[in-house]
């Protein structure tokens, strides 16, 4: 653990493994796709070969279709190679726009169970903080949890990563009043170490309407 | 034989099913349980296939649903998972012979169907 803090450990190692099967499974599924398209082309072959006229629209059609399929798994695969290497090492430029955009690729599957939206708003410039990039998407991750809870089917939670004066700040927006505190109190009690290791405070906005996750800008604790 | 495949991979239901009526098996599909629950109003299927993972009403609550509504229905459960939790859950409904875990062959669905219908 990049961290070096035992404490942690466990519960990034949840984290790790959630993530893991989330992935593996969305990877089986486009398997899935192309190995019936795979099948369809055999099926269509076989017909040909006893006669029957081939179709050329259908076999585009597939062939589409398969190249849909390698895009959406090297998405996938990009996802988790970042997801992977945010473990490697302590960064002292972690952009939290980017980190809230993974955040939001590798909670898609979570969201569509719950049959939420989640969309990771893209800052106009980097959010730069000095952190340990692997722990913080697994506090973000805890927070939209309880977010994507508390807003229940039909909502969406939006991602917000903004910067401040003293460092940055993710809101997590759509939240119904009073919301807010009873999402915060849920992930406090879920959060283990995380927020002192990542010197963050997470806590309701102004409105209890919004959870907000603020951030130093370093160093490093 | 009329069969009712249910998974929200579209391409995936939607594929299938071709395949499986190229092979003279009629087969729907629907991407949800609401919409499922909603086929089976006006259609009569003699099996579901029904991926275990699915959104907001997963694929053991809906088989539950679908018993209700179908009482003589038989059920195969596709995952793409392979946690040993969700086998042993799955197998505990459907048996472990019908579990299957994707990508399928479909010559072996297609024996499961029919295994499936003469219990």
């Known amino acids: 653990m990049a961290t070096g803090s035992d ?3 466990p519960i990034g190692v949840r984290f790790f493994g959630k993530m893991s099967a989330s992935i593996s499974h969305e990877i089986k599924n486009v398997l899935a796709v192309i190995n019936e398209n795979a099948g369809l082309l055999q099926d269509i072959c076989f017909m040909a070969d006893r006669g029957k006229p081939v179709d050329v629209s259908r076999l585009k059609r597939i062939a589409s279709d398969v190249m849909d399929q390698v895009r959406r798994a090297d998405r996938i695969v990009t996802a988790m190679s970042r997801f992977a290497h945010s473990a490697d ?10 980190l809230t955009a993974l955040l939001g690729v590798l909670a898609m599957r979570f969201a569509a169970m719950r049959g939420v939206a989640v969309q990771a708003l893209a800052p106009s410039a980097p959010v730069l903080v000095a952190t340990f990039p692997f722990e913080l998407l697994n506090l973000l991750w805890i927070c939209l949890d309880c977010a994507m809870t508390a807003a229940g089917p039909g909502r969406m939670v939006e991602l917000v990563a903004e910067k401040t004066a003293e460092g940055g700040r993710v809101r997590f927006r759509s939240l119904e009043p009073p919301g807010a505190e009873s999402v915060a109190d849920s992930a406090l009690g879920r959060l283990s170490a995380l927020p002192r290791v990542l010197n963050a405070t997470i806590a309701a906005d102004d409105t209890n309407t919004e959870l907000v996750v603020r951030l130093p800008q370093g160093p490093l604790a | 034989m009329r069969v009712l495949l249910v998974d929200d991979e579209l391409e995936l239901v939607t594929t299938l099913a071709e395949r499986l009526e190229l092979r003279g098996i009629a087969a729907e599909w629907a991407t949800s349980a609401e919409e499922a629950l909603r086929r089976v109003e006006t259609n009569t299927f003699d099996i579901a296939v029904l991926d275990v ?6 694929g053991l609550e809906l088989k539950k649903r679908l018993q209700e509504k179908c009482p003589g229905m038989k059920f195969i459960f596709v995952t793409g998972h392979g946690s040993a939790r969700d086998f042993e859950t799955g197998a505990s409904e459907v048996g472990a012979d019908y579990y299957l875990v994707k990508p399928l062959n479909i010559e072996n669905l297609i024996a499961k169907i029919k295994e499936a219908l003469q219990r």
């Open chain 1, 89 to 98: 090492e302590p960064s002292a430029a972690t952009d939290l726009g980017e």
């Open chain 2, 53 to 58: 993972k699915i959104p907001k009403v997963d």
């Open chain 1, 7 to 9: 404490e942690v450990e």
